[in-house]
């Protein structure tokens, strides 16, 4: 069995930082892709940052210049460095991964069950 959990969420005024972590667990072979994404209430799910096994990264322009994604592959671990943080940035964030499961052929999108990360004075 494998999870993929969140941790690092809370409350920070404007222009404050937040480090989210995102740990992957269980019988993991390896793992390509790990993502954060976040969803403000009355919004759609959308991609935040990723990053895959070699270290290259994708940022939605919002957050560009602010956020920093990075992993630990020997911890199975992805991390989300917030800098600079606006109201609008308030949402649940979620963690993926995209992992190879001993025994499997390919790899499984597994998701974490969110944090909230509320940005407000």
């Known amino acids: 069995q494998v999870q993929v959990v969140e941790s690092g969420g809370g409350k920070v005024q404007p222009g404050g930082s937040l480090r989210l972590s995102c740990a992957a667990s269980?019988?993991?072979?390896?793992?390509?892709?790990m993502g954060w994404y976040r969803q403000a209430p009355g919004k759609q799910r959308e991609l935040v940052a990723a990053i895959i096994h070699s270290g290259s990264t994708n940022y939605a322009d919002s957050v560009k210049g602010r956020f920093t994604i990075s992993r630990d592959n020997a911890k199975n671990t992805a991390y989300l460095q917030m800098n600079s943080l606006k109201p609008e940035d308030t949402a649940v964030y979620f963690c993926?991964?995209?992992?190879?499961?001993?025994?499997?052929?390919?790899?499984?999108?597994?998701w974490g069950q969110g944090t909230q990360v509320t940005v407000s004075s």
């Open positions: 269980g019988m993991i072979f390896g793992i390509y892709t």
């Open positions: 993926n991964a995209d992992i190879w499961v001993v025994g499997d052929t390919k790899t499984t999108r597994y």
